[in-house]
């Protein structure tokens, strides 16, 4: 299921690995709950801001913690930020690509060299195995243009 996710912040399930209320996809693997009230966003851009090469990228979240990729801890995930990406799946892993940017580690902040011109960024926070929580916690998508 391709869905769009342009939500700054969402509602959710108390933290906890897994709950009743978590779906089951089906590979069988059951989402992770996100915390209540978390949100995502980025601390230094704005939508609608004109930026120059290196493009810094500061990563906020609040209501949840950051733990690196593979680590199953409750009430935490760790960011992935997508570049002129418009649509993903939100029931499974995401991809590794250009456009797909992986902060397994734990990173909370990037720096990139973007074409010149318009692009748009968006956080998403995946669980231990890069699925996306349930609900989805994903920030604003936002659009930069690059000088």
Not at 38 to 61: A, C, H, I, M
Not at 63 to 79: C, D, I, L, R, W
Not at 109 to 119: C, N, S
Request: net charge neutral.
């Amino acid at each position: 299921m391709q869905q769009t996710m342009d939500r700054a912040s969402a509602s959710a399930t108390p933290p906890a690995t897994v709950t009743a209320s978590t779906p089951t996809l089906s590979s069988g693997y059951q989402k992770v709950a996100a915390a209540p009230g978390t949100r995502l966003y980025f601390v230094n851009l704005r939508d609608g801001q004109t930026v120059s090469n290196p493009v810094k990228l500061v990563f906020g979240l609040s209501g949840m913690g950051v733990a690196p990729a593979g680590v199953e801890k409750a009430g935490t995930g760790h960011h992935h930020l997508l570049i002129d990406v418009a649509a993903w799946d939100a029931n499974a892993p995401l991809p590794v690509s250009d456009q797909v940017r992986h902060f397994g580690m734990g990173q909370t902040e990037t720096t990139l060299q973007l074409a010149p011109g318009t692009h748009t960024l968006q956080l998403v926070l995946g669980d231990q195995n890069h699925i996306p929580h349930h609900p989805v916690v994903a920030s604003e998508r936002i659009t930069v243009t690059v000088k």
